[in-house]
């Protein structure tokens, strides 16, 4: 049975290809992007989520199967706290009525390799507490210390969001409601989000450096729609909380065998 589909960041990279995938399976796709999309939205404030969610509610006919949220921003400025974090958890949590009633329903969302990067504990500390406005404030302090404070942000959010996801997960309006909710975790993937920081063998280095990837190298966008697809398919039953690193072994280069210290 064909199923419908949200996925925002739908005007170009992952979400681009994801929206291609699905359709060339035969599924139905609401696109949403800050332009070039079925719907045009601007997720970096809650006015812009609120009317995605309506235009998705108007257009669905108030019942979607599942969400993939694909926007973001890679840039070193306090707006990436607003459209990578609370752009994917405002929007999905306006979703979530419209989500339960699905007889599968399912979400995906995009967070990095970088969620493992150095981050501000205080940032992650504040989206997580849902506090847009101090969130914003703490990365504008970080923008104003200089380059190498702010480049803590774009990582920041990831850890924010990876986290956000495994403590929602097993809540009553998630697993209660049968949605399985996970992230995926990709390493560099060639789209126009880097396009810059990869486009000469000196800055490949760099890179190769904070993001090793032994296992084929840089992703295309296809090859993390796959894993966002599965995740919001049916045959997904009971994976759920997870960040799934898709990042040709970047992971397991940086933390090798230790991800379980946790649980001593
Ligand atoms: N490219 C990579 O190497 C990489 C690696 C790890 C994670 N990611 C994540 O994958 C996701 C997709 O990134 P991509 O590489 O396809 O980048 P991209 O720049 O190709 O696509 C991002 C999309 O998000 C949309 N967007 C940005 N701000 C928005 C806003 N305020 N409202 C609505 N839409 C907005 C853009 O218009 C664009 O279409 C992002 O969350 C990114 O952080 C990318």
Known sequence: ???????????????????????????EVIGVDIHSSEINVDLSNEGGRKDGVAEVILKSDGKIDAVIACAGLANPIAKTVSVNFFGVTQFLEGLLPTLSKSSAPRVSLTSSMASLMPNSPELVEAMLKGDEQSALAIAQGLVDAGDQKAALIYGSTKRALSRWVRRESIKEQWSGAGIPLNAVGPGIVRTPMVADMIDTAESRAAIDVSVPMP???????????????????????????????????????????NVWDLAK
């Not at 190298?217 to 599965?230: E, G, I, S």
């Open 1 to 27: 049975m064909t199923r419908l589909y949200v996925v925002t960041g739908a005007a170009s990279g992952i979400g681009q290809a994801t929206c291609q995938l699905l359709k060339e399976r035969g599924e």
């Open 215 to 257: 296992l084929n190298y840089y992703l295309k966008p296809l090859q993390v729609a796959y894993l966002l697809v599965w995740l919001t398919s049916t045959e997904n039953t009971h994976t759920t909380g997870q960040t799934i690193y898709i990042d040709g072994g970047s992971d397991a280069v940086l933390r090798g065998d």
